[in-house]
């Protein structure tokens, strides 16, 4: 599924960059190179591709997540519930932060990230299944001893 750029406006509003010269990052809609960019722009030209990325409206919160398929890194609106890769075309489930958690491949120490309450999670680089420590409550280390 192409992902549609915006076009050059035809007459550009003046810019005045923030005076704290706070900038944000988006993803190169052409390349897929991570692009920092001042805030209040609303457009970013890739200096590797040269394509032009539009920048979401302000207020727009952002995610990013690996895909899955290819591991490209890719940014959404948050709240989406799927992101569809557009280098691969693998949906990838998007979770929010407190559904999810972290964890290093056993095998290849890649970071993984998988669903709260999984026992284990198979690692997409090297098919390694690490399982997840799953911390018992203080009741049940009481009954064990």
């Given at each position: 599924m192409p992902v549609p750029l915006a076009p050059y406006p035809t007459t550009p509003a003046p810019y005045s960059p923030p005076p704290n010269g706070a900038q944000s990052q988006l993803v190169c809609s052409g390349c897929r190179s991570l692009l920092m960019y001042p805030v209040g722009a609303t457009s970013v030209c890739c200096a590797v591709c040269n394509a032009v990325t539009a920048v979401p409206p302000p207020g727009t919160?952002?995610?990013?997540?690996i895909c899955?398929?290819?591991h490209t890194l890719l940014m959404y609106i948050r709240g989406a519930t799927s992101v569809q890769c557009s280098c691969c075309h693998t949906v990838n489930l998007a979770l929010e932060a407190n559904q999810v958690a972290h964890v290093n491949c056993g095998n290849c120490k890649m970071l993984l990230m998988y669903q709260y309450g999984a026992r284990s999670v198979k690692c997409a680089v090297c098919s390694f299944v690490t399982s997840v420590g799953v911390t018992a409550s203080p009741t049940e280390q009481k009954l064990s001893t």
């Open positions: 919160e952002m995610a990013q997540i899955g398929g290819c």
